[in-house]
C-alpha cells in the first residue's frame, strides 16, 4: 500500500483523478445526501482533497474526513477547517478507531483497491464504522483493473 500511498500523496490536482464533483453527479449524490437527517454524525472515507466537505459540514453536525494520504488530508483542511470535522489519516483496510461511530458513510471513487480481498475488507471496515441502522452511499470506479489481474 506504500506506493499508493506515495501516488496519491503526489497527485496535485485530485478532481482531474476521479471528478464527480464537477459534474452533474456531484449534484445527485448531494440531493440524496440531503435525504438524511442533519443530527447524522457521518463520514467521508476517502475523502481526498476534500471536495464534499463543505457540503457535509453545512448539512450534518458532525463530520468524519478520513485518507490515508497525509497530503489529502493536508488539502482537505485547507478547504474545510471547521469545527465539526474530524480529520484522520487512516487507511480503509483498519477502520478500527471509528467502529460504530457514524450514522452514514460516505465514499464516492475511493474504495481503489489493489487486490479483491482489498476490495472486501474495505467494505467490510466502512460497515463497521456504522451504527445500527446507519447507511453507505458510495460511487465505485470501474474495477477492471482488480478484476483482471486479481
Given at each position: 500500500?506504500?506506493?499508493?500511498?506515495?501516488?496519491?500523496?503526489?497527485?496535485?490536482?485530485?478532481?482531474?483523478?476521479?471528478?464527480?464533483?464537477?459534474?452533474?453527479?456531484?449534484?445527485?449524490?448531494?440531493?440524496?445526501?440531503?435525504?438524511?437527517?442533519?443530527?447524522?454524525?457521518?463520514?467521508?472515507?476517502?475523502?481526498?482533497?476534500?471536495?464534499?466537505?463543505?457540503?457535509?459540514?453545512?448539512?450534518?453536525?458532525?463530520?468524519?474526513?478520513?485518507?490515508?494520504?497525509?497530503?489529502c488530508l493536508?488539502?482537505?483542511?485547507?478547504?474545510?477547517?471547521?469545527?465539526?470535522?474530524?480529520?484522520?489519516?487512516?487507511?480503509?483496510?483498519?477502520?478500527?478507531?471509528?467502529?460504530?461511530?457514524?450514522?452514514?458513510?460516505?465514499?464516492?471513487?475511493?474504495?481503489?483497491p489493489e487486490?479483491?480481498?482489498?476490495?472486501?475488507?474495505?467494505?467490510?471496515?466502512?460497515?463497521?464504522?456504522?451504527?445500527?441502522?446507519?447507511k453507505f452511499?458510495?460511487?465505485?470506479?470501474?474495477?477492471?483493473?482488480?478484476?483482471?489481474?486479481?
Amino acid at each position: 500500500m506504500g506506493d499508493a500511498r506515495e501516488f496519491w500523496n503526489s497527485v496535485d490536482d485530485y478532481g482531474r483523478v476521479f471528478n464527480v464533483y464537477d459534474s452533474g453527479t456531484a449534484e445527485k449524490i448531494k440531493a440524496h445526501l440531503k435525504g438524511f437527517p442533519s443530527g447524522f454524525a457521518v463520514a467521508d472515507f476517502g475523502c481526498g482533497h476534500g471536495h464534499l466537505l463543505p457540503f457535509l459540514s453545512s448539512r450534518f453536525e458532525q463530520v468524519i474526513a478520513v485518507d490515508f494520504a497525509e497530503k489529502c488530508l493536508a488539502k482537505a483542511k485547507e478547504r474545510c477547517a471547521v469545527q465539526n470535522i474530524g480529520f484522520w489519516q487512516l487507511d480503509m483496510r483498519d477502520l478500527s478507531p471509528l467502529y460504530g461511530a457514524v450514522d452514514l458513510a460516505v465514499s464516492i471513487n475511493s474504495i481503489l483497491p489493489e487486490t479483491v480481498a482489498d476490495a472486501d475488507k474495505i467494505i467490510s471496515e466502512i460497515f463497521k464504522c456504522l451504527k445500527r441502522g446507519g447507511k453507505f452511499v458510495g460511487v465505485l470506479p470501474a474495477m477492471d483493473v482488480v478484476i483482471y489481474f486479481a
